[in-house]
């Protein structure tokens, strides 16, 4: 049996396409990413990685990027899910983050805080979600899920404006 000839120009679009496929499962591997949005133009929005932590009856997903010795917070995303979950419950959680929960309150909010950047205040939420697939419970676990985030219409620079990204954290 003689081998396959293959013309010049099919070798290199096999060997393109064999180069572009383990690009893409290296790039899998990796952890961090990117938050999208309209607000993405006026802010980093970059990560290294993400941590869930739920503490205190407060749920948090932290879009975190080492310096020094020390991390950025690029985002957080947390929620106030202590009545929401029943004693023992383990499971995932749909949290409308805008839903008011009294004294003008919202049960989500959005922060920030990245070294040598002012502060910065987030305005209220019109509407925004963040969905869990099970609460984090135990160290190392990894917990997915995606959120998304509208400001209200305002004055302040992010009015309006939206964040949203999916996620798969870690407990530390």
Same mark, same amino acid.
């Given at each position: 049996?003689?081998?396959?000839?293959?013309?010049?120009?099919?070798?290199?679009?096999?060997?393109?396409?064999?180069?572009?496929?383990?690009? &893409?499962?290296?790039?899998?591997?990796?952890?961090?990413?990117?938050?999208?949005?309209?607000?993405?133009?006026?802010?980093?929005?970059?990560?290294?990685?993400?941590?869930?932590?739920?503490?205190?009856?407060?749920?948090?997903?932290? +879009?975190?990027?080492?310096?020094?010795?020390?991390?950025?917070?690029?985002?957080?995303?947390?929620?106030?899910?202590?009545?929401?979950?029943?004693? &023992?419950?383990?499971? &995932?959680?749909?949290?409308?983050?805008?839903?008011?929960?009294?004294?003008?309150?919202?049960?989500?909010?959005?922060?920030?805080?990245?070294?040598?950047?002012?502060? #910065?205040?987030?305005?209220?939420?019109? #509407? &925004?979600?963040?969905?869990?697939?099970?609460?984090?419970?135990?160290?190392?676990?990894?917990?997915?899920?995606?959120?998304?985030?509208?400001?209200?219409?305002?004055?302040?620079?992010?009015?309006?404006?939206?964040?949203?990204?999916? +996620?798969?954290?870690?407990?530390?």
């Amino acid at each position: 049996m003689s081998p396959r000839f293959h013309p010049p120009r099919a070798r290199g679009l096999r060997t393109l396409a064999l180069t572009a496929l383990a690009a &893409g499962l290296c790039a899998c591997g990796e952890e961090g990413g990117t938050l999208e949005g309209s607000v993405s133009p006026l802010l980093d929005l970059r990560y290294r990685r993400a941590e869930a932590v739920l503490a205190e009856g407060e749920l948090s997903i932290n +879009f975190v990027t080492p310096q020094g010795s020390g991390v950025n917070t690029v985002l957080k995303v947390s929620a106030r899910v202590g009545d929401m979950i029943p004693e &023992g419950y383990t499971g &995932g959680l749909d949290i409308n983050l805008a839903e008011d929960v009294g004294g003008g309150a919202q049960r989500g909010a959005i922060g920030r805080a990245v070294l040598d950047e002012p502060a #910065r205040a987030f305005p209220q939420l019109e #509407r &925004g979600s963040l969905v869990v697939d099970q609460l984090p419970t135990a160290q190392g676990q990894r917990v997915s899920g995606d959120f998304h985030v509208t400001f209200v219409n305002g004055i302040d620079i992010y009015s309006g404006r939206t964040i949203f990204g999916s +996620f798969e954290a870690t407990v530390p």
